[in-house]
DNA sequence: TATTGTTATACTCTATAACTATA
DNA sequence: TATAGTTATAGAGTATAACAATA
């Protein structure tokens, strides 16, 4: 019963004018496409995760820390979109497994500075490895051209949802 | 609270210095990029959402049911890479709410038929209209191009969805 | 016996509101 | 009084397991 979606067109020089069939270039229709593409894809990524897996929160954590080194809760629930009070369980559960640590702000007693453990820095490795392979495995079966527009694409789409 | 300063910022300059938009292609890296933008637009839209409207499962159903006709949960649950339970209660909701109508299969008697009623269709269209609006207003900032990136990203994404 | 759908239950993630401590 | 963070609590969304009805 699924539909099968039309093959990629060739999108080097002509993407300005012609649309894909499926997904129009207008700001609505396109919209109301990529709310369900990107539901869609979610739903299927949290459940190709291994179950020993961190969950996507702390994950995305992990990666801001390790990329931009020690912040404060806020800074990361301001980073990730999230609220505070979400933060602090993502951030108490890391604290739990042993992969950040919470320590003082140097100057001002009210903060607190998360930072990524060695053991945070070993468990991002290993587990960017082992639980991306689903998808790894799907991108690798694109063509390279594609991959350059998720590329794209993904840079987009947190513009986008950095609101 | 622990009281060790963390070392302020080791890891933080050696990670990634590159431009994001030629960010990488390689499967690997792709895939990390692609998992954090995908599930923190997610987490975005699902905010920005308005208060009355439908939840992302219960729209994609009634898009799904509106484009394709009427189909019995399984198939809906297929489609949706959702497990039936899931379904089936994303369903009565619709039903509750006269969006949706169940029927007897014809020849089948284990089968239901779910099909939208003219009040969903109402509600689809008004749904799109309304709550769309963030998204296609952020959308509308960006340059043609850009959006042609993500509408034919957005098909890319439903076919790795669809494992 | 296999398949379709449902019920019962539980877990994960996130949010809001109220509270504490510091500035 | 304002800000950073936490605790308590609630809600949405999805999953697994067990069950009922039909093929």
Redesign the interface.
């Known amino acids: ?3 099968s ?2 093959p ?1 067109a060739d ?1 080097a020089g002509a ?2 004018t012609a ?2 069939s ?4 207008r ?2 229709t ?16 949290r ?1 190709q995760r291994g179950e020993a897996d961190l969950s ?2 702390q ?2 954590v992990l ?1 801001v820390l ?5 912040m404060s809760p806020g800074a990361l629930a301001d980073h ?3 609220r505070p009070p979400s933060m602090t369980r993502t951030v108490n559960a890391l604290d739990e497994l042993g992969l950040v ?4 702000h ?1 100057t001002d007693g009210r903060q ?2 998360v ?2 453990t060695e053991a945070g ?1 070993a468990e991002l490795r290993e587990t ?2 082992r639980r ?1 392979a689903w ?6 079966a ?1 063509t ?1 051209e ?13 513009r ?2 950095a ?1």
Request: charged fraction near 30%; glycine fraction near 4%.
């Open positions: 019963m699924r539909s979606l039309p990629a999108v993407v300005e649309p894909p499926v997904s129009s270039c700001p609505a396109l919209s109301a496409e990529l709310r369900i593409s990107v539901s869609r894809l979610h739903r299927q990524l459940s996507d929160g994950y995305a990666s390790d990329k931009f080194g020690p990730e979109r999230m640590r919470k320590s003082e140097p607190v500075l930072s990524v820095v960017r490895r991306d998808l790894t495995r799907r991108l690798g694109l390279a594609d991959r350059a527009v998720l590329a794209r694409s993904s840079e987009l789409l947190r986008l949802a609101g």
